[in-house]
Structure formats: structure tokens, C-alpha cells
T-cell receptor, first 114, second 109 residues
Framework: DTAVSQTPKYLVTQMGNDKSIKCEQN?????MYWYKQDSKKFLKIMFS???????INETVPNRFSPKSPDKAHLNLHINSLELGDSAVYFC?????????????FGNGTRLTVT | GIQVEQSPPDLILQEGANSTLRCNFS?????LQWFHQNPWGQLINLFY???GTKQNGRLSATTVATERYSLLYISSSQTTDSGVYFC???????????FGTGTRLQVTL
């Protein structure tokens, strides 16, 4: 199946821990993203990579570090997790960086910090 | 930054009814997309529609860029249409999609 896939689907962890979320797309897209959806369903972009290069870095705490080993993968590592990091994190991709590229989302990772 | 308002915030329909969801935005845009988030949390791209009209089955969308709004029409609604519908826009001066707050739709039998 062609898709954006992210793992794990659920992540429950304690404050202070470090965790990673992995994302892979087999759509042949050049651009990948991380979005955060809060408890009120509001979606906000965190990072964007185009062909492995960081092009958008919103005002996200530097405890969040994205890594793109190749253009098909974009992983998110979070250090020193805080209660406020609890949210659903979505990976997405688009064909190109240009504005006429529809966005395709993964199924999300629900992170719960206790 | 650009403001994106969606209305209504909540909508309850009986199966078979039609509905129109609206997205207003505060600046000119080069990119507008509609998404459906189903009750399982999956986000599905419905339309890429910076201008004009598109149709896909029972769904259609129209964007009037000069008047800064877009409409999503759902005809003969089904229970599987339930979920949250998001509009997302990208202004000409930026390179990122800004999402609206969504319209939560519930279709009942």
C-alpha cells in the first residue's frame, strides 16, 4: 500500500523521559512535515523538510528534534517530555514544496505524558 | 498571520440530508485544501482547491479566492461522513498551511 506510515500509534510515558516517533512515506514525495493536534483538535505545523533539508521550524521547544535520514523518512525525537507535550502528532508529506501539492497525512501518534 | 474561520462549528444532520460548510480566510491564498478527520482520527485529503469548483462523488467544493471564502458541499449525507472537516490555507507570502478550527459533523440515522 502506498501511504504515510508512522509508529508507534500510541505512546504512554512519564515526564522527563525521551521518546521517538518514526515516519516513512513510500509516495515518492520530496517534502515531509510534522504537525501537532492538541486536545481541542487544533492542527499546527511544527517542522517541514524538503529533500532532507529543514525548511520550516516553527516556534517549537528545542526539546523537539526532527531528523530526516533520507527524503522518505522523517523522525521526531522528544527529550525531557512534559505534560503539555501530550497530543496527537501527525506526519505528512507532499509531492513537492510548491503550493500546488496536496498534503497526505499518516494516521497519527497519540502521545500521553503522565 | 492569516486567520481561518470555519462555520458552523458543529452540525448534526439526518442521513440523506445535504449540507454546506464554509471557510473564510483573511488574506489572499495560493493554496487551499479541505480535509476530513474521521472518528478514528485519520486525516483524509478531500480537495486541493485554491480556486474554482471540483467534485468528487457526493462531495464538491468551491473556492472564490477574490472574496476569500471556500465552501464544501456534502450531498445525501451518510453516517460515514461524520467527523471533523478542516479547511487549510497557505497565503501568498508564506510557505505553510494554516488550519481552521474545523466543523464537527454528526450524521445520524
Amino acid at each position: 500500500d502506498t501511504a504515510v506510515s508512522q509508529t508507534p500509534k500510541y505512546l504512554v510515558t512519564q515526564m522527563g523521559n525521551d521518546k521517538s516517533i518514526k515516519c516513512e512515506q513510500n509516495l515518492g514525495h520530496d517534502t515531509m512535515y510534522w504537525y501537532k493536534q492538541d486536545s481541542k483538535k487544533f492542527l499546527k505545523i511544527m517542522f517541514s523538510y524538503n529533500n532532507k533539508e529543514l525548511i520550516i521550524n516553527e516556534t517549537v521547544p528545542n526539546r523537539f528534534s526532527p531528523k530526516s535520514p533520507d527524503k522518505a523518512h522523517l523522525n521526531l525525537h522528544i527529550n525531557s517530555l512534559e505534560l503539555g507535550d501530550s497530543a496527537v502528532y501527525f506526519c505528512a508529506s507532499s509531492l513537492t514544496w510548491s503550493r500546488n501539492s496536496p498534503l497526505h497525512f499518516g494516521n497519527g501518534t497519540r502521545l500521553t505524558v503522565t | 498571520g492569516i486567520q481561518v474561520e470555519q462555520s458552523p462549528p458543529d452540525l448534526i444532520l439526518q442521513e440523506g440530508a445535504n449540507s454546506t460548510l464554509r471557510c473564510n480566510f483573511s488574506d489572499s491564498v495560493n493554496n487551499l485544501q479541505w480535509f476530513h478527520q474521521n472518528p478514528w482520527g485519520q486525516l483524509i485529503n478531500l480537495f486541493y482547491i485554491p480556486s474554482g469548483t471540483k467534485q468528487n462523488g457526493r462531495l464538491s467544493a468551491t473556492t472564490v479566492a477574490t472574496e476569500r471564502y471556500s465552501l464544501l458541499y456534502i450531498s445525501s449525507s451518510q453516517t460515514t461522513d461524520s467527523g471533523v472537516y478542516f479547511c487549510a490555507v497557505e497565503p501568498g507570502t508564506a510557505s505553510k498551511l494554516t488550519f481552521g478550527t474545523g466543523t464537527r459533523l454528526q450524521v445520524t440515522l
